[in-house]
């Protein structure tokens, strides 16, 4: 039988068998359908509609609105096909993967990196991962006929005094050519590891630009950004989601799916090959060069997206004792050809060491970003993602931990949330009397839903305005005409009516939408407060907080203090440090001392496990309220 599968771009006629899941259907006509839950009915993201035929619906999934019911919507992951069916995938519920975000080159954005660098650089020294050597190769005759390969090798021995000297085979490839083609006047681009010299390339003595490719992979979205080699200078950089989002919005989804069939294979390329590669191609384009001579790939990433990077079975990582394959990446010996990475064939791959199961190589990278290794000052780090991972400490110690906060901070799991894209609304304000609300939407004046910096802000103003009380529950005596309750009881807050802005349906914010909120924000509050208590300290003697990731720069600190997402100290001692993980991942592509550095901050990080720490569950459960159970902790919030 036939599914005909409408997009607002395309038309595809799919031949299917009767029992099959909608959910695949669809995933295998190559559309990249919004599903955080990753098929398991919970996030009500797949909603596509019915427009002929018939589904077997599975019971008890995600409740879809009224106003969807009433438009034939239905969740694609709990419908099987029993007949032929036409069906229409709105917008709002495909991924878009394909979209690069090129950001503008401007100093203060780049004064991040450069700052940072001449930072470490006045404490540590310098030292490069390449080096280019030049050579006059004689040339060969009857009488001086040894191989290319040997005469090569004979050189460098006589000019770097080590016999060492290691060729790949892709590189071996290149090499008759390349000396004919220059009359064997050659240079040579060579990195010394172990006391091996390693050949990376071989061109013409005119030809020497190299670059660097520095990476973020997280779970939601990936970063990259290209580096001139020769004065360390970043020339642009580039974003777009994780490609993996389409198998589900945490790790947890992601490592279950790693496991079935092919899974491993799929999550590995779609980093890959509709990531990683887009964003090299779209650097390259950029900036006018050749792919080939990309000769360093740094890339910092948590626990398990490395594994899934590497194509290395993860799911070890979610069962107890959450033992990683591997954490330090020293002896890992990982080409890019690999990988598949669409960079010259023999570059240098540096994956940054991971600390624990959940703390990851981006939390090793992001603490030569916050430089509190090199400060007196006791100092959190607080890298917010799909992953809250916090380190606390100073020039002296290092302690991590890591809590699942969930794809909330990135809008998933939150039925009118988005990422921070075109569209998102990332800052609310609710007047006090009439209860209309005031937003700021990012690059339009038509909101498609709210983002984490968004999301933060309503739930702070809905329980200013008191709306709501500390359980995220809609009060039933509220005169505001924008709260609604549902025929099952559970009440949501109308942010845009579709009549105000022209949307399709209204934008809301439910009961539900807010708890799964909170017990993100309860993660985070609980694992901070429980990492510095195990150490017999207190908020109180915290000098700064510096936040980090991509929703950092976009939060207001007294929005997030007042639903108890962050304490409640002084606002002054938080600073935003924006991508700490590119930052880092930019600083081991350049300075190989900073690569042993961040080698160095994994290796003696101290882990603490929250999920057996006692007393962790009950402080997250106290800090499942707005702001907390405690309010004594909070003296400011009102």
């Known amino acids: 039988m036939k599914v005909i599968i409408n997009t607002p771009d395309n038309r595809k006629v799919i031949d299917v068998s009767s029992g099959e899941n909608l959910i695949d259907i669809i995933r295998s006509a190559g559309i990249n359908i919004d599903a955080p839950c990753n098929g398991f009915g919970t996030c009500g993201k797949c909603k596509v509609k019915l427009v002929n035929g018939k589904v077997k619906e599975k019971k008890n999934s995600h409740k879809l609105s009224n106003q969807n019911k009433d438009s034939k919507y239905i969740l694609a992951c709990s419908s099987t096909i029993i007949e032929p069916v036409e069906i229409d995938v709105p917008k709002e519920s495909i991924l878009d993967v394909t979209n690069i975000k090129i950001e503008k080159n401007n100093t203060e954005h780049y004064e991040k990196y450069y700052n940072i660098k001449k930072t470490f650089e006045s404490k540590h020294s310098t030292k490069k991962h390449l080096e280019i050597l030049e050579l006059q190769l004689d040339i060969p005759n009857i009488d001086d006929n040894i191989s290319d390969v040997t005469r090569i090798k004979k050189f460098i021995t006589r000019e770097l005094k080590n016999k060492n000297i290691e060729i790949g085979i892709a590189l071996l490839r290149k090499i008759p050519s390349v000396l004919r083609e220059n009359e064997f006047k050659i240079a040579i681009i060579y990195t010394v590891d172990k006391g091996i010299i390693k050949l990376l390339d071989i061109r013409s003595q005119g030809n020497l630009n190299i670059y660097g490719v520095a990476i973020d992979i997280g779970t939601t979205s990936v970063s990259a950004c290209l580096v001139n080699l020769k004065d360390d200078s970043i020339l642009s950089e580039v974003s777009c989601a994780n490609a993996q989002s389409k198998y589900g919005a945490d790790v947890i989804n992601r490592i279950i799916y790693s496991t079935k069939g092919n899974g491993l294979n799929k999550l590995k390329e779609a980093m890959v090959s509709e990531s990683i590669n ?361």
Request: charged share 20%.
């Open 278 to 638: 887009p964003l090299i191609i779209e650097l390259c384009l950029l900036n006018s060069i050749s792919k080939d001579d990309i000769l360093i790939f740094t890339a910092s990433a948590n626990t398990t997206m490395s594994h899934l990077l590497l194509e290395v079975y993860a799911d070890y990582l979610r069962k107890e004792p959450y033992i990683p394959v591997f954490a330090d990446t020293k002896d890992i010996a990982v080409t890019s050809e690999d990988m598949g990475l669409n960079i010259n064939k023999n570059a240098i791959v540096i994956i940054s060491p991971s600390v624990a199961s959940y703390v990851g190589g981006d939390i090793s990278a992001g603490v030569i970003a916050s430089d509190m290794r090199e400060s007196e000052k006791n100092t959190i780090l607080i890298d917010l993602g799909t992953n809250g991972e916090i380190v606390f400490g100073n020039k002296d110690f290092l302690m991590t931990c890591a809590c699942s906060a969930g794809p909330a901070f990135e809008g998933g799991e939150i039925s009118c949330g988005m990422r921070a894209a075109h569209g998102a609304i990332e800052a609310v304000t609710i007047d006090q009397l009439s209860y209309i609300p005031n937003l700021d939407i990012i690059g339009s004046y038509r909101p498609y839903g709210i983002c984490g910096s968004g999301i933060i802000d309503l739930i702070s103003e809905l329980k200013r305005v008191n709306l709501i009380d500390p359980k995220g529950k809609f009060r039933k005596d509220s005169h505001s005409n924008r709260v609604k309750f549902d025929e099952y009881g559970i009440g949501y807050f109308i942010v845009a009516f579709k009549k105000e802005y022209g949307t399709d349906e209204d934008i809301c914010i439910t009961e539900i939408d807010i708890d799964n909120f909170i017990r993100a924000k309860a993660a985070v509050y609980s694992a901070t407060y429980v990492l510095l208590s195990s150490l017999g300290l207190d908020f109180d003697q915290v000098d700064e907080i510096k936040v980090a990731g991509g929703i950092g720069s976009h939060i207001n600190i007294k929005s997030a203090i007042n639903i108890g997402l962050f304490p409640d100290i002084d606002v002054e001692k938080y600073h935003f440090i924006g991508n700490s993980s590119l930052t880092g991942s930019y600083m081991s592509l350049i300075n190989k001392n900073a690569k042993d550095y961040i080698d160095n901050t994994a290796e003696n990080m101290t882990y603490l496990e929250l999920s057996v720490y006692p007393g962790y569950m009950d402080e997250f459960i106290s800090a499942s309220f707005i702001p907390h159970t405690n309010i004594k902790r909070f003296p400011s919030h009102k």
